[in-house]
């Protein structure tokens, strides 16, 4: 193995690492070498993550919305991992496609609370414990295409996204000082329960895969190098960036 990908002795938290891309970056951080806390909101979806992924896995209800919720289970996640090295704040949400016309102040801060509140808080704990411990760290937020093209009808999920882009550059300078990197990663068309309906749809597919050079959608399997990369030694140098994951999506 090269060694600066080794992550023997790591210890990471993922939110939203019961399904999806969450998974596909605990899973491969596992394989890695190291141990992971998984948190999301669904009881059974979340306890059976944890035991798909094996012994080297925690797994913690959290509604990342709370305050409350997030201080508690940051601090349960380091009593069960020991410390915590890096942090994936994956989880959030979409909505149905809405005219921004048709669109209520309910359905825009609800997206908003889950998808910046949320990042906010988990960042935070993450931070303050990484600060406190004096050896550096890694915060990875999963933003999203949408941040950086007009993702019509979308216009709530787009603002969200973009806001966790611009929050993750400020903490990338704010954060450099303690040795701790943070970046983001903005994926494309992914299969997730997130995207099944849009997928499902025989319409929107024929419109959509032809402009994705790929030519096929992308899976949590496309995300495991990117999450073992920044937790890594290899990303030591590398921060206040834009992964864009999307088969070339964005480039077409």
């Not at 319409?203 to 895969?209: E, I, N, Y």
């Not at 496309?222 to 030591?236: K, N, W």
């Amino acid at each position: 193995m090269y060694k600066p990908f080794d992550l023997t002795g790591r210890c990471a938290v993922v939110t939203g690492g019961n399904g999806g891309i969450g998974y596909g970056m605990a899973e491969a951080l596992i394989a890695a070498g190291a141990r992971v806390a998984i948190w999301g909101s669904n009881p059974e979806k979340t306890a059976k993550a944890k035991a798909s992924l094996g012994a080297n896995a925690e797994a913690f209800v959290c509604d990342v919305t709370s305050e409350e919720a997030v201080e508690k289970t940051f601090a349960d996640s380091v009593a069960a991992l020991g410390h915590v090295n890096a942090c994936f704040a994956n989880a959030g949400v979409s909505s149905k496609p809405t005219p921004v016309l048709d669109m209520t102040l309910a359905e825009f801060r609800r997206v908003m609370q889950v998808n910046v509140e949320g990042v906010f808080l988990t960042f935070r704990a993450a931070a303050r414990h990484m600060a406190g411990r004096g050896q550096g760290g890694a915060l990875v937020a999963t933003a999203s295409t949408a941040a950086i093209e007009g993702a019509a009808r979308n216009s709530h999920y787009g603002a969200s996204k973009g806001a966790v882009t611009s929050y993750v550059r400020a903490l990338a300078v704010e954060l450099a000082r303690h040795r701790i990197r943070v970046n983001s990663i903005l994926p494309g068309w992914i299969e997730t329960e997130m995207t099944a309906r849009a997928m499902g749809d025989e319409m929107f597919a024929k419109a959509v895969l032809p402009r994705i050079p790929a030519r096929r959608w992308g899976t949590r399997d496309d995300f495991g190098a990117i999450a073992v990369y920044l937790m890594s030694d290899g990303s030591v140098y590398h921060t206040g960036e834009q992964f864009v994951i999307d088969g070339g999506y964005t480039k077409f």
